[in-house]
């Protein structure tokens, strides 16, 4: 009796954590769709460093192009080299 009432207890979590995973799962193609909704830059767009970053000079100076966004979050310029970070930037309006 003991152990019938121990395997329905089984049964009951391996059902529930198989919901829970279902439910939480996205499939690849909406994960990515997700991504791409968020992104904080696109290439060919403009974005403007912090003058903090680059001091004596004006916003027409610190104005750049957006070459490539990588899978990290980061961008690749035209006009500098490197890779950059949302938060060297000022905030996009």
């Not at 207890?9 to 994960?31: D, Y």
């Amino acid at each position: 009796m003991l152990s019938g009432l121990a395997l329905v207890a089984g049964a009951f979590g391996v059902a529930g954590t198989f919901l829970r995973k279902k439910k939480m799962g996205m499939s690849a193609k909406q994960q990515a769709a997700k991504r791409t909704a968020s992104v904080w830059a696109r290439p060919g767009m403009t974005v403007t460093f912090r003058a903090e970053l680059m001091p004596g000079r004006d916003r027409q100076q610190r104005t750049v192009r957006v070459k490539e966004l990588l899978p990290s979050g980061r961008v690749t310029l035209h006009e500098i080299a490197g890779e950059h970070a949302e938060k060297e930037f000022d905030p996009i309006k």
